[in-house]
């Protein structure tokens, strides 16, 4: 049986019980101001360790360059990266006549192959290690068409590109070695680059992607399910999917990653992975990698933290009877529904009631900024957001777009109270995803109803200044062209427009309201694979945005 409660509370200090309003409006502010740390990029995790406690970092662990199929040189990738992640790695794919035959050098003069320029990437990776700023990974792509895709990983710099011609051998050529081998797009069908769980080891595989451009590899079927462009590869099937793995026992943690070609490292809405670790370094980073402290989001870097009986995910939990399960999270955007999964199948669904915010004083506020939508010209832009109070607490950049156009772009000076960016957004076309063609970003301020915020943003040579009161953000979303448009009754004034570019405030929301500390319980007999039942989280916001949580096995006594 299960008994679901919940309560607002501050990461790290659960309230269990029933919500009631007079609760809520005693821990609302409380959980505001713990929810998240003054930093840009990181913030603590529930759980500790010999006395120390995670931090939360984020990364993208599948992008690809010119140097195999991707866009954009090597060195801008690395910049790019290190401009808002915390973890990365360029993962292109490695030539091997027996493995992967696909030469590259063929596609465009000056074109070369990563195995030409593997040195060149190691000693790019050692250049750009900044230990508590930024870690790159050494790492490559085994495009293996029969075994499934898999990426390669060193803890160390020094390591060689191994390519033997089947996944047993990579395996076996890798045991002695500090190195990861990561599936991904596993859902495709098995023999047609999806991942064949008969060749599975858990140690070098301490984690699966579940999510990136390709879509979704959670089931077959689903939100954004696999079917790329090159449709020789899709759609998905059910034999390699995240849950066929699960159900035949394997213990793997979850990520995702955007396997970027045609954008840049972490590009939004492709998906990201965030790992629990004790500091930002190669060595810490391995430990976590290896203990599946590591979870997915599609996009919004929603903090989200599960736990039974208190052993964190990623955890092997003998079973002790009752089983107290709990979520806690700090979304983006509403949360529509949080999912308990227990052996694949739906344990337990939450559905967020959105309260009313009390006045107490100082509030957290999280909304986006966007603009873009061009379908004439692409642009630059240059803009800035200021507090006449308060301050801000995160900015994160939420760029889409190629390489040549993110490169230099981002934020320009961040303090407390102001920030400025620019971006670069591609021509709008027609048959594309409109989101592609507008940039982000992600703001949390903390002010009172009586602050102002300022917005002013360029593009190219037309400037809009936008005054906002808190009360605004929180009401409804705000629309402004670059042009002046006047009033008219013409249908087709459209075409008179010089410009369509324009930006978007969107609807903002409380930080109190999008944090969840939710707890149930489970005391039914373990059914699972081979004596083990299995629980994952599902978290989905209402704008599409979502984070699967690494499983935690509970094994029978």
């Not at 006449?388 to 190629?402: D, E, K, N, S």
């Not at 409109?434 to 002010?447: G, K, L, Q, W």
């Not at 040579?461 to 006047?486: C, F, H, V, W």
């Not at 599902?538 to 599409?544: F, I, M, P, S, T």
């Amino acid at each position: 049986m299960s008994n679901f409660n919940s309560s607002t509370a501050s990461a790290g200090h659960g309230r269990h019980g029933a919500c009631t309003r007079r609760r809520f409006l005693q821990t609302a502010a409380l959980a505001a101001t713990a929810s998240s740390s003054i930093s840009t990029n990181s913030s603590l995790s529930a759980g500790e360790e010999d006395g120390k406690p995670e931090r939360l970092f984020w990364g993208d662990l599948h992008t690809h360059t010119a140097l195999s199929d991707g866009n954009g040189q090597p060195e801008d990738h690395f910049e790019i990266a290190k401009s808002h992640l915390d973890f990365w790695a360029m993962t292109d794919h490695a030539f091997d006549k027996e493995v992967f035959s696909l030469d590259y050098r063929k596609f465009g003069t000056g074109r070369r192959l990563l195995n030409e320029d593997w040195q060149r990437i190691q000693r790019l990776c050692r250049e750009h290690e900044d230990p508590g700023r930024f870690v790159p990974l050494l790492g490559y792509e085994w495009t293996n068409f029969r075994y499934g895709h898999h990426n390669v990983y060193y803890r160390d710099y020094d390591q060689p590109i191994r390519m033997p011609s089947t996944l047993p051998q990579l395996y076996e050529s890798l045991k002695n070695v500090d190195a990861l081998v990561i599936p991904h797009h596993p859902g495709y069908p098995v023999g047609i680059c999806g991942k064949d769980w008969t060749f599975h080891d858990e140690r070098l595989s301490p984690f699966v992607e579940i999510y990136s451009l390709h879509g979704s590899s959670e089931t077959p079927e689903g939100i954004t399910p696999l079917l790329t462009t090159g449709s020789w590869m899709g759609p998905g099937g059910a034999e390699g999917c995240v849950q066929a793995g699960l159900a035949r026992g394997h213990k793997f943690g979850i990520i995702a990653s955007t396997d970027s070609h045609g954008d840049h490292p972490g590009a939004y809405d492709l998906g990201l992975v965030a790992a629990y670790a004790k500091d930002l370094t190669r060595e810490s980073l391995w430990e976590a990698f290896y203990r599946r402290r590591v979870y997915a989001v599609t996009g919004d870097r929603i903090r989200l933290d599960f736990s039974i009986n208190g052993h964190p995910m990623g955890s092997t939990v003998r079973d002790a009877g009752k089983r107290v399960l709990r979520v806690s999270a700090v979304a983006w955007n509403k949360v529509e529904r949080v999912e308990i999964i227990k052996n694949n199948s739906i344990f337990h669904t939450f559905t967020q009631p959105m309260v009313d915010r009390p006045t107490l004083g100082k509030m957290r506020v999280r909304f986006f900024v966007e603009g873009g939508w061009d379908a004439r010209a692409e642009h630059d832009w240059a803009a800035s957001l200021a507090l006449t109070g308060g301050r801000i607490l995160h900015a994160i950049p939420c760029f889409r777009g190629h390489v040549a156009g993110r490169a230099g772009t981002g934020i320009s000076d961040l303090a407390d109270r102001q920030c400025q960016w620019t971006w670069k957004t591609e021509k709008a076309r027609y048959d594309g995803l409109a989101r592609r063609y507008a940039d982000a970003m992600a703001f949390e301020v903390e002010c009172s109803e009586h602050d102002k915020l300022q917005l002013a943003v360029a593009c190219d040579q037309l400037k809009q200044d936008l005054p906002l009161a808190p009360g605004d953000i929180l009401r409804t979303s705000t629309i402004k062209y670059m042009e002046n448009i006047p009033t008219t009754n013409d249908g087709a004034y459209w075409h008179n427009m010089k410009t369509c570019a324009k930006f978007k405030v969107h609807q903002g929301w409380h930080t109190d309201q999008l944090t969840l500390d939710l707890t149930c319980e489970d005391d039914g007999p373990v059914q699972g694979p081979n004596g083990t039942d299995f629980y994952y989280v599902r978290l989905v916001q209402r704008n599409g945005q979502r984070a699967w949580s690494s499983p935690i096995w509970v094994e029978q006594a």
